[in-house]
């Protein structure tokens, strides 16, 4: 599966085993990741893909903004994963 900036995932291994994340960037093998809690924006966990779940939720609004290079916050971050969650629990 291709990873794409803005997206929604789920680490499978590690410390932050079980986290949703959003994706950052993708740069060969890694992906970027922050949750705006533990891992802020200014300092990315950088996880191998095989080290992931993807979902299928893409936050459009922060996808665009991610490749723009636009000011994010990290509480647009927790923002994008709560609405994703808050989704995820109705179906």
Do not use: W
Request: aromatic share 6%; net charge positive; with cysteine.
């Amino acid at each position: 599966m291709e990873f794409q900036a803005g997206q929604i995932v789920y680490s499978k291994d590690g410390h932050d085993k079980g986290l949703t994340m959003m994706v950052l960037s993708v740069e060969d093998r890694f992906l970027y990741l922050a949750d705006g809690k533990t891992r802020m924006l200014a300092k990315p966990k950088r996880k191998k893909i095989i080290h992931v779940q993807p979902t299928k939720y893409v936050d459009a609004a922060m996808a665009d903004k991610l490749m723009q290079n636009a000011h994010i916050l990290d509480s647009d971050i927790r923002k994008a994963i709560k609405l994703y969650q808050e989704k995820a629990a109705d179906c």
